[in-house]
């Protein structure tokens, strides 16, 4: 099945810094959901993004649906240590019935 | 409180012992789907339901079965479990797939481990 190209794949900072990833498609999508799941754990929703140029804050979280509807941004600002997962995104298309996933980010934060 | 809960948390079988994972939403929502998360190769869909007795493949349906007789329900069927079954299992919900604001939400999930 179709996946997302999500990069980058992983990612260490020093607690404080900002972090950006982003998940590009071949095809058009209309939603775009940002997803951070911890090891073992189900994936829990951060941001719902439904129109192209939409940019959405959750706390230190802000993603972007891209103007093309090809791809979507995260960033964190000031990252802090509980920030540590993978984040990954999920995109949806009109006249499907099936969301295509991004590999992932796996991110650590260094105190 | 709205959630997604799929039973067992955990799972060891062994090859061949047909086994059955739940799936329960409390939240009324039409669409339900499945998925295993396999280490480099993300998450992939296995089956997904739009609906009461409406169920369709997903990318990687092959050795599972499901059904949907109650909207809350939405259990995942392994009938003669192999070891290339060995996965961590997501079931998920969503208002209405078709809608332009649906969201998806996931269970806990299930780490199943057939020897």
């Known amino acids: 099945g179709q996946q997302l190209n999500q990069s980058p794949q992983s990612m260490f900072i020093q607690e404080g810094e900002d972090v950006s990833m982003n998940c590009t498609s071949s095809s058009i999508f209309n939603t775009w959901l940002w997803y951070k799941q911890d090891p073992g754990e189900g994936p829990v929703l951060l941001i719902a993004l439904y129109k192209a140029g939409e940019l959405t804050s959750n706390g230190r979280l802000t993603a972007q649906f891209g103007i093309t509807r090809k791809d979507s941004f995260l960033n964190i600002s000031a990252s802090i240590p509980s920030d540590v997962g993978i984040y990954f995104c999920?995109?949806?298309?009109?006249?499907?019935?099936?969301?295509?996933f991004g590999t992932g980010t796996r991110l650590k934060v260094l105190a | 409180e709205a959630q997604v809960t799929q039973n067992p948390r955990y799972l060891i079988t062994v090859t061949g012992k047909k086994l059955t994972v739940t799936c329960s939403q409390n939240?009324?929502?039409?669409?339900m789907s499945w998925y295993r998360q396999d280490p480099g190769l993300g998450l992939r869909q296995i089956y997904y339901s739009m609906n009461v007795e409406v169920t369709d493949k997903g990318d990687v349906p092959e050795g599972y079965k499901v059904s949907r007789k109650e909207k809350r329900n939405f259990p995942l069927i392994l009938e003669s479990p192999s070891p290339n079954q060995t996965s961590l299992y997501f079931c998920?919900?969503?208002?209405?797939?078709?809608?332009?604001?649906?969201?998806?939400?996931f269970g806990s999930g299930t780490q199943l481990s057939v020897l």
């Open positions: 998920a919900s969503s208002p209405d797939i078709r809608q332009h604001n649906e969201k998806l939400f």
């Open positions: 939240m009324n929502h039409e669409y």
């Open positions: 999920a995109g949806h298309g009109s006249g499907t019935y099936k969301y295509i």
